[in-house]
């Protein structure tokens, strides 16, 4: 699922490292994401993150 890493970290300014996944897709939520940003971050591990970079790795892995 290619996911544009410039445009899903405008959704996810505010977020307060490290974050559940809970927390980032909140955050996501709040800023309008689109649907294939919220695809995408709703299939990534239930874990913690520590930056931004963990995310865009994280959704960038194929499924």
């Not at 996944?21 to 909140?26: A, L, R």
């Not at 995408?40 to 874990?47: C, E, N, V």
């Amino acid at each position: 699922m290619a996911v544009n890493p410039i445009e899903m970290q405008k959704n996810l300014g505010g977020v307060s490292y490290p974050a559940s996944k809970k927390e980032i897709i909140q955050q996501a939520e709040q800023h309008g994401a689109s649907k294939r940003i919220m695809d995408a971050l709703k299939s990534m591990p239930d874990k913690e993150y520590d930056s931004p970079a963990a995310i865009n790795k994280e959704v960038g892995k194929e499924k």
